[in-house]
T-cell receptor, first 113, second 112 residues
């Protein structure tokens, strides 16, 4: 069990560029979650998958955001046409389907210039 | 009003002190209650979880849940400088896939 892995750890980009983050969950976990955390706040839910199906999306997830989990293993989160307000830590978490709690990765910190 | 309220602190205590961290919540559907510890530039690390009401103890940590008052607590005994971190309370329910709702986090400093 190597834990939840996220890549890259830090991404710096110019406003208007597209970025993509990757998450590798704990191998036996069939649920995968994405959260966003800004300075001084707790993580906020964005979306989650059970296996390859995306079951819920938060209203925080605008049309510029898209997430995939094509084979029910790793997941990607893409942000198109980045804006200053997208600067945050993007956290991935995973769990078993009947578990009320999740294990988190160390996140991808996004900085928009 | 937020679903989960948590005093952001900061809370500063001397080494060896007993620390009490608390959260209140409004959604009676929450079933799982968690405490996560987060160090700077790292992800949240699960410390304790409790299902429904009651107490749970793990070493120097004790978690308490009072569903009738919608109030949860984390106690840290014999606090150490290595306990200095942000502590996040969190809650979930089996409706909506156990997506977790977090408090804002309390910053704790334990002085040697």
């Amino acid at each position: 069990d190597t834990g939840v892995s996220q890549d890259p750890r830090h991404k710096i980009t110019k406003r208007g560029q597209n970025v993509t983050f990757r998450c590798d969950p704990i191998s036996e976990h069939n649920r995968l979650y994405w959260y966003r955390q800004t300075l001084g706040q707790g993580p906020e839910f964005l979306t989650y998958f059970q296996n390859e199906a995306q079951l819920e999306k938060s209203r925080l997830l605008s049309d510029r955001f898209s997430a995939e989990r094509p084979k029910g293993s790793f997941s990607t989160l893409e942000i198109q046409r980045t804006e200053q307000g997208d600067s945050a830590m993007y956290l991935c978490a995973s769990s078993l389907a009947d578990s009320g709690f999740q294990h988190f990765g160390d996140g991808t910190r996004l900085s928009i210039l | 009003q937020k679903e989960v309220e948590q005093d952001p602190g900061p809370l500063s205590v001397p080494e060896g002190a007993i620390v009490s961290l608390n959260c209140t919540y409004s959604n009676s559907a929450f079933q799982y209650f968690m405490w996560y510890r987060q160090y700077s530039r790292k992800g949240p690390e699960l410390l304790m979880y409790t299902y429904s009401s009651g107490n749970k103890e793990d070493g120097r940590f004790t978690a308490q849940v009072d569903k009738s008052s919608k109030y949860i607590s984390l106690f840290i005994r014999d606090s150490q400088p290595s306990d200095s971190a942000t502590y996040l309370c969190a809650m979930s329910a089996n409706t909506g896939g156990f997506k977790t709702i977090f408090g804002a986090g309390t910053r704790l400093f334990v002085k040697a």
